[in-house]
């Protein structure tokens, strides 16, 4: 099946500071990523869909101000965490929508983010 | 609405004993996608099985079997055979697009196999 890479796999960073963490697909190329958010022991909830070369699509609830997705080329899409805070601490984890797979949807490691 | 219903939190067994993991769906749609992936303690996620609303035809992988039933919408998961290694939590999860394009995820049943 696809590979689909995130860096990092875990970051530790203060309060009010910024991070970005990147989501790639390794041996194809994906229009459409998605990012997801995980709480401890809960389930995976959708935040954005993440286009290339267009807007991000948000969920509801979601602060696009807050959780910046850029999708700048077919293989990479970013999600930074601006003016990070204690309550973002969370697991990220991004797919990305294989078009050779019945557009099946390849999920990436996952990063671990701790806000101190 | 959708929904995806894994009442089972938690399940503990001993190695070589079978598992049932539950899964109940709600949807309107009628053309919709059925997943389940497996989470180990690394945290990625391993997809293991997508199934179309149209074949209800049940699946058999090695040790792994799933039951689709329509008529009480539920796509249950038995591990036949359970080994320390299928210790892990499981996601079952609904898209009710041909492109899969949102997953709705139940909130997962963490099995743990004892040796």
């Known amino acids: 099946g696809a590979v689909v890479s995130q860096h990092p796999s875990w970051v530790i960073c203060k309060s009010g500071t910024s991070v970005k963490i990147e989501c790639r697909s390794l041996?194809?190329?994906?229009?459409?990523m998605f990012w997801y958010r995980q709480f401890p022991k809960q389930s995976l909830m959708l935040m954005a869909t993440?286009?290339?070369?267009?807007?991000?699509?948000?969920e509801q609830g979601v602060e696009k101000d807050k959780f910046l997705i850029n999708h700048a080329s077919l293989t990479l899409s970013t999600l930074t965490v601006t003016s990070a805070h204690p309550e973002d601490s969370s697991f990220y984890i991004c797919?990305?929508?294989?078009?050779?797979?019945?557009?099946?949807?390849?999920f990436g490691p996952g990063t671990r983010l701790t806000v101190l | 609405a959708q929904k995806v219903t894994q009442a089972q939190t938690e399940i503990s067994v001993v190695e070589k004993e079978d598992v049932t993991l539950d899964c109940v769906y709600e949807?309107?749609?009628?053309?919709?996608?059925l997943f389940w992936y497996k989470q180990p303690p690394s945290g990625e996620l391993v997809f293991l099985i997508r199934?179309?609303?149209?074949?209800?035809q049940n699946e058999i992988s090695g040790r792994y079997s799933w039951n689709f039933q329509k008529s009480t919408s539920s796509f249950n998961f038995t591990i036949t055979a359970s080994q320390v290694v299928d210790s892990a939590v499981y996601f079952c999860?609904?898209?009710?697009?041909?492109?899969?394009?949102?997953?709705?995820f139940g909130t997962g049943t963490r099995l743990q196999v004892f040796p």
């Open positions: 999860a609904l898209s009710d697009t041909f492109n899969t394009d949102k997953l709705i």
């Open positions: 041996d194809f190329q994906a229009t459409t």
């Open positions: 797919s990305a929508r294989d078009f050779r797979e019945w557009n099946e949807q390849f």
């Open positions: 949807t309107r749609d009628t053309t919709y996608y």
């Open positions: 199934r179309n609303s149209f074949d209800e």
């Open positions: 993440s286009n290339e070369g267009s807007k991000a699509t948000y």
